[in-house]
């Protein structure tokens, strides 16, 4: 049975889809902007299903958030306070190490460590953290530090990016998570994060990066002050990077909660919206192998359904999130990894335990 498109304008991208071709900008407005969201997640089915059959990966990982003290005031963010508000904290390297090993005794697949830019700890600080945490659990793979905090890392070590990726990589970093992305349009980025790095400074940082040896993440916030162009671009510019170094492994849209930030009068994405973003983001994405459905920011009944709509990755356990939770997200903050299997399994796919870059695999099919 075919199937039919409500939409005839999807038709020629459709086409495209099925001859493997590659979207354009245009046509990436066009799957943001029209009314069947079904037959969106239609063809980005069919691309999930083209690359990744119907196994659905997850990590069994843990993050850590060293400090929410930050040098600056993103209107969308929730999580970083100047260092004299009464939520204010940050952990000595001790307890960071002792939190590392609190839960399952440390045995986990990767640790997932993003903080704020405190105004007072020296880059020597994270270097001993990737070191001790190494030092502790050496076969867990370490990744750390948005690519703001990178640039920022630099400026504190006085050093070049490439020198201060080289240092990381020495002391243990593994990969670069993808945060801090956020919407590379200048007209956006000046309204809700006007302090941090540009579009341009973020893929200079993963660029960086990747030529230096370590694997990245992709994301984009959306559900905020952004239009279906600026997404749209936002996509084709991380096409276009993974295009000359191949270095991303996974792209994660980030759902924005707007509770405790100067943008609360904003309502929370509806599931639409979700959906919609993991699909389009498969199709334009041609070039990036996998894309995830983050449960904590989209709720885990969102994410089930996204392996529908393009994604093949579920994330994992996360284990105490705080960023996405300060801004008010009311899913789990653990989710044990028997949970997730069922979730998976529910969901009509395959489950597979991954590592940090899909390296090491094992299907777990009927283990639920």
Not at 289 to 307: D, R, V
Not at 316 to 327: D, L, P, Q
Request: glycine fraction near 8%; charge should be negative.
């Amino acid at each position: 049975m075919l199937f039919e498109f409500e939409d005839s304008t999807l038709k020629p991208v459709f086409e495209k889809v099925k001859a493997g071709l590659r979207l354009s900008y245009e046509d990436g407005v066009t799957l943001w902007q029209t009314p069947d969201l079904l037959g969106v997640g239609y063809m980005a089915n069919l691309v999930r299903e083209r690359l990744n059959g119907d196994k659905t990966y997850f990590i069994h990982n843990r993050h850590i958030n060293p400090t929410n003290i930050c040098i600056h005031s993103c209107q969308f963010c929730a999580f970083g306070v100047k260092a004299d508000h009464p939520d204010a904290y940050e952990k000595s390297l001790q307890d960071i190490f002792s939190d590392a090993e609190k839960y399952n005794g440390g045995d986990v697949s990767e640790f997932h460590i993003v903080g704020g830019l405190h105004p007072d700890l020296p880059f020597g600080y994270y270097l001993e953290l990737l070191e001790g945490l190494k030092e502790r659990f050496p076969l867990v793979h370490i990744q750390a530090f948005t690519a703001v905090e990178v640039e920022y890392f630099s400026h504190l070590a006085k050093l070049p990016l490439k020198d201060t990726l080289e240092k990381l990589k020495q002391a243990g970093l593994g990969s670069i998570p993808g945060g801090g992305a956020e919407i590379f349009a200048k007209r956006v980025r000046r309204k809700i994060c006007g302090e941090k790095i540009d579009g341009e400074g973020w893929l200079r940082v993963h660029e960086t990066a990747h030529l230096a040896g370590l694997k990245s993440n992709a994301t984009m916030l959306y559900g905020h002050l952004e239009t279906a162009e600026e997404r749209s671009d936002h996509l084709v510019r991380l096409r276009e990077l993974q295009d000359r170094t191949h270095g991303f492994v996974t792209f994660i849209p980030l759902a924005f909660h707007p509770e405790n930030t100067v943008l609360d009068f904003l309502k929370t994405t509806p599931g639409q919206l979700d959906l919609r973003a993991l699909a389009v983001s498969r199709l334009m994405l041609d070039n990036f192998p996998h894309m995830k459905a983050f449960w904590i920011m989209i709720t885990p009944k969102i994410a089930q359904l996204a392996q529908s709509f393009g994604a093949d990755d579920m994330d994992g356990t996360v284990v105490e999130e705080k960023i996405v939770h300060a801004a008010g997200a009311a899913t789990d903050q653990v989710f044990h990894k028997d949970q997730i299997i069922h979730m998976i399994t529910q969901s009509g796919r395959k489950p597979v335990e991954r590592d940090t870059l899909y390296e090491n695999v094992e299907e777990l099919e009927g283990a639920y």
